[in-house]
Structure formats: C-alpha cells, structure tokens
C-alpha cells in the first residue's frame, strides 16, 4: 500500500498527514515541508529538518501497520540527502519500533554514504557495497521477517535504479523484544539527535505485510478527458487513470503549452477517476490542456475547451444538443458536431438530455456496472474525440436511469444517482438528498436549466392531481427560482418536448395538473422560456403555437443514434417534423444564438449526421435589451 507521495498536500504545507501518516515529530527550528525541489517522483516531496543539535524531526505511521506475532513487514522509501551526515555515527532514515516505541531495527546513512543495517540497540548488523553522494536519491528498503518474542531476521534492500533488487543483506540477529504483539510503528526522516541542524527528503513511503512493494507504474490514461462544468474562468476535465497517484490539468492557449495555468492536484479515487477544476482562466478564450500525472505532462489525454463569455453581458455562440444512442455507440454523429462550425466557430458545449444508452438498470444492477458503461459509452471511439474537444453536460432519462417507465422507485436508483456524481464533471448538483442531477448554468445572457424527470417522480399511473408529480417539490421550487433569475432569457433543457400530450404518454400530459402550474407561474412572471428537448426520436421545432404548448418555443435533437418514430394523431409542429421510422436514425439539434443587445435570436437545425443535411429549422428573437449601466447618482 502507497502511504505517501505527498502530491495532494498544498506546497509548503508543514504536515505530513494528509498523505498518509498519523504522527509528526516536529521541533522549534525546524520540522516538516512540502517541497517541489528535485522529487523522487511526481512534483512534490516531504523535507524533514531536524533545526538545532540535538533535535530530531520524523513522520510516523502506525494505525494500519499491525503485524500478528508471526508476521513480518516490509517498507520502502526513496530518501534523499543534500549534504551527508558529519560523522560516521550516521543519521537515521528508517526504523520499525514498537508500539511502546523501542526500536527493533533501523537503517542509517554514513559520513561515507554507506547505507547500515543496525538493530533496535545501534549495533551494526550490516553494510550496504553501494553508495551515494550528497543529493542523490537512494530507493531503500528495510523489512522485519519474523516477529515473535525475540525478533530475529532484518533485511536491507538497496534497489536499482529500474527498480530491481540490487543488493540485499540479511541478519538472523536478534533486534530486541517486541513490546506488544500484533503492534507495530514506522518511522522516516532525520532522526538521529545529536547532529547539528540537518535535513532529510523522503518520497513514496511503502509499507505492506506481503513483500517488497513494487516501484509504481507508469500512470496511463484509460479514458478520457471529457469536460463540463465550463464558467467564463475555468471548466473541469475528469479522467480514468491508472498507475497515478496524483494529477493535476495544465492549461494553455497554445498547443504547446508555453506559460499555463494549473490546477491543484487531486488524488484518483479506488477506481482510479479524477475530476480536475481548473479555474483563473481568461473569460471567452480557446485553451489546449493536457494531463499532468506525477509530475508528466502526458501526451495521452489533450484536449481543448473554451471559456464562457461573461455572465451578463451580450454574448453570441452555438451548441449542439441530443438524447438517445445506442449502448455501444458507433454513431457518426459526434464526428459531425466536432467538425460543425457555427458563425462564431465550434460548438461552445454540448447537452445530452438522456438515454446515454439502454441498460435499464434494474435490481441486480451493481455500481461497477455503472462505471463500466461509462467507460463504454465516453471511451468509445465515436464519442471520445468529441469529449474531449467540445465540452458537454449531461443528465440521465429512462433508460439510463431505470427502464421504459421508470420513477423516483427505480431499484438502481441511488446507484446511478453516486456513479453520476463520481464521474461527471457537472454544475452544483442543488438536490438536497444527493439524488438529483438538475442544475443551471448561465452563458452570457442566457440562463439554462437542465431538468431531472426521473429521480423524484411519482409512478405514472397515479391519478393527476397536486400529488403527482414528475419534478417533486425541491426541484420544482428550485426551478421556479431559476426562471426568475435575472437573465432575459430562459433555456430549459428538459428531456421531453413542452406540451400537454397524452395522458398516457409518461411525458407531460401524463402529469398535467404539475404541468399547468408551471406554465401558470411562466405566464405570471411573464418568462421568456425556449426549450430544447430529446427523448422523441425525430427531428422537430415548434413556435410555440401547437395545442397544449402554452405559447412555448421548442426544439428537438433526437436520435443520436436510434430508431425513429412518425408523430403521433393530430400533432402539428409549426417548423416541421422528420423521422425515418422505423429505420435507425442519426441525428442531433443545433443552436446558433445571437446577442445582439437588444434582442436574443436562436436559429435551431435539426440535422442528419450521415449527409448534414438540415431537416428541421426554425429561428426565434426575444426581446431583450441591455440593462442600464451602474452609475453614481439618482436616476430623475
């Protein structure tokens, strides 16, 4: 097990627990840093400085190092000292003690660079062939074979640069007593008192019960980049990384990299994903980005994004939206968005409102079934190079959430509901239970709001009627908040088309008595409201003018790739309607919208990926003029 590589701790931190160890012996004078000097590995390790003669500075580790009575314990480090010690007594670097802290045996550096093996009472058991000069980083190991009442059985490990065992010297010597079975501590650092002010640098501190642990592999990128979350100073990459034990993202307006920004470095979780802001960056401006794994910049895992424009301010862009795709993609309608440009170039973002495949996750369903579809879907070769190009947010609809019908009941639920949280980079997650994935995000002068129609509805064949629902209370109540906010125009991203259809749809018509509370609150308020939705397989726009719109403006972007249906009795569609029914279809929705100052223009296209041909178009202007400057002085 790694203990420490010190990569997550802030630079100059002077505490060694947060990467791994439970005891800092720190005196006046001196103590413990996080340094970017000359790592072993990575971009940081820990300085261990005695201060003052006499002093001595270590970190511990004991809460996970028990060892039964007649076990054994190995640990490893990389130790790195810029001057050597004075004297031949030497300084130590590495003991295993006791729970009483008595030593049992101990590695020390010499005046000559000699690396010893000693007992817990100082006598000299061995000496390493091999030595290092001042500055130079030593990979040691130091074991403890065979704990019992007397122990016996040291061992001294110097390895290879590569790694490999270069040297190794043994002692069946007796070390001293152990004080309580079954408890054990670990020391590393400057330890030895006596000397004069002194420093010691450790990295990647080791510790198992089962062998010499192994040098780390090269990280490697096992999927990824996709990004989200983007703001007019920053967005988040997220990754699938192997072999890391920190990362951080570099950023740069150049593919070269020259002079980036970077963000903290964050640990992969036990299943290796990390999600990496990145903020400070300059508002509406193309960046390259890259990963930096322990200290390399990889060439696996580039990518580009760009910033918001500011919030509030007339801003012009396009984006492109859609649902439904097969569970194994191999649609060719990432490649169409990636090499679509609008009027102000490539998409900005893009929304996929559900359906991101069809497991129908049911009971049996397990949270690493979750992961791997993920890993299915974002690291398929047709959505991958899209991911990482063009940021996207996403949400869950039925069949990624729980099947045909599913609601707030589904058996996966909560399981869906934590992968989500685990591997998208999204936008403040609002929901109170940490189920929900609705949430906004603003772009210039445009507000858009993602709708969450699975987690909190009732079942649909529940009589209509206040206690029905398909948002549930908190996110309606929330969702209310957001069409006040104080941009002009609203943009709900809400998975299904905005009128009042079917009662037996499982759309809106199957709760309508919610469904005209809304609209209720919309005329009210006087909202200005566009939507964009998925969900129905076909490419269609309406003005708003269709029976049971309520006046509202809508756009569909579906299928991604999936079979597509004809519109049903008596639907019309003002801008028109086109599916290929009952034939796959691929397809996705694209948004130019236009700031002019005093008027918000949307131009939506519905489009086939295989000939970008536009099937469905319609454009939209809503009133909305500049707010007034803020000036000193009282308005007459």
């Not at 992969?268 to 794994?293: C, E, N, Q």
């Not at 566009?530 to 309520?550: E, I, K, M, N």
Request: with cysteine; net charge negative; charged share 15%.
């Amino acid at each position: 097990m790694t203990i420490a590589t010190f990569e997550t701790l802030p630079l100059g931190a002077t505490t060694a627990a947060a990467a791994g160890f439970d005891f800092l012996a720190a005196p006046a004078g001196g103590g413990a840093t996080v340094i970017d000097t000359n790592p072993y590995r990575g971009a940081q390790c820990l300085q261990l400085t005695t201060g003052t003669a006499g002093a001595i500075c270590y970190a511990e580790r004991s809460t996970t190092l028990g060892v039964a009575s007649s076990g054994q314990l190995y640990g490893r480090a990389r130790f790195r000292l810029p001057v050597l010690p004075s004297d031949a007594t030497g300084m130590r670097l590495f003991v295993v003690a006791d729970s009483a802290g008595a030593f049992l045996a101990e590695l020390r550096m010499t005046n000559a660079g000699r690396i010893q093996l000693r007992s817990g009472a100082g006598t000299i058991l061995a000496t390493a062939a091999a030595t290092v000069a001042a500055g130079q980083w030593c990979d040691l190991g130091l074991a403890v074979l065979a704990f019992s009442a007397t122990i016996g059985q040291a061992q001294l490990v110097v390895f290879a640069g590569d790694g490999t065992i270069a040297e190794t010297l043994t002692s069946t010597a007796t070390l001293n007593t152990l004080g309580a079975a079954g408890t054990t501590k670990a020391w590393v650092g400057a330890i030895r008192s006596g000397l004069a002010s002194f420093v010691v640098v450790v990295d990647d501190v080791d510790w198992t019960t089962t062998g010499w642990p192994t040098t780390p592999t090269a990280p490697t990128v096992q999927n990824g980049p996709w990004t989200g979350a983007v703001t007019p100073t920053g967005f988040t990459a997220a990754y699938r990384l192997s072999g890391a034990t920190a990362a951080r993202l570099v950023a740069s307006t150049t593919a070269e990299l020259t002079n980036p920004a970077t963000s903290g470095w964050v640990s992969p979780d036990s299943d290796g994903i990390v999600k990496l802001p990145i903020t400070g960056l300059t508002p509406d401006t193309a960046y390259h980005y890259a990963l930096d794994a322990d200290g390399v910049v990889l060439d696996a895992g580039r990518g580009e994004a760009r910033t918001f424009p500011p919030a509030g301010l007339p801003a012009s862009y396009s984006l492109w939206f859609g649902s439904c795709q097969w569970t194994v993609p191999t649609a060719l309608t990432y490649a169409a968005i990636l090499n679509r440009t609008g009027p102000t170039g490539r998409a900005l973002l893009g929304i996929h409102m559900g359906d991101l495949h069809y497991r129908d996750w049911g009971a049996t369903t397990t949270a690493a079934d979750i992961l791997t579809q993920y890993w299915t879907s974002f690291g398929s070769a047709a959505m991958a190079p899209a991911l990482a190009a063009i940021p996207f947010n996403y949400a869950w609809d039925n069949h990624d959430w729980g099947g045909d019908t599913s609601d707030l009941t589904a058996p996966a639920g909560d399981l869906v509901a934590a992968g989500y949280r685990q591997v998208i980079p999204s936008y403040p997650l609002p929901s109170s239970d940490g189920r929900g994935c609705f949430h906004s995000w603003v772009i210039g002068r445009v507000r858009f709001i993602q709708l969450d129609v699975r987690s909190f509805r009732t079942p649909q064949a529940e009589t209509d009627g206040p206690d029905k629902t398909m948002l549930g209370a908190e996110q309606v109540a929330w969702f209310k908040t957001q069409l006040s906010a104080p941009e002009p125009l609203k943009v709900v991203c809400g998975n299904y088309y905005w009128r009042q259809d079917n009662v037996s749809s499982g759309r809106w018509g199957s709760y309508g008595y919610e469904f005209e509370q809304l609209n209720a609150y919309i005329q009210e308020h006087d909202v200005r409201v566009y939507v964009l939705f998925g969900d129905r397989h076909a490419l269609c726009a309406d003005d708003g003018s269709a029976p049971g719109a309520y006046g509202v403006p809508q756009a569909g972007g579906a299928p991604i790739q999936q079979g597509s249906v004809a519109g049903g009795s008596g639907e019309s569609w003002s801008a028109g309607y086109y599916h290929t029914a009952p034939d796959t279809l691929q397809a996705y929705g694209w948004l130019d919208i236009v700031d002019s100052g005093t008027a918000i223009t949307l131009h939506y296209q519905g489009i086939t990926s295989l000939d970008g041909v536009t099937r469905v178009e319609m454009t939209t202007s809503f009133e909305a003029a500049n707010s007034l400057p803020a000036v000193w002085g009282i308005h007459l």
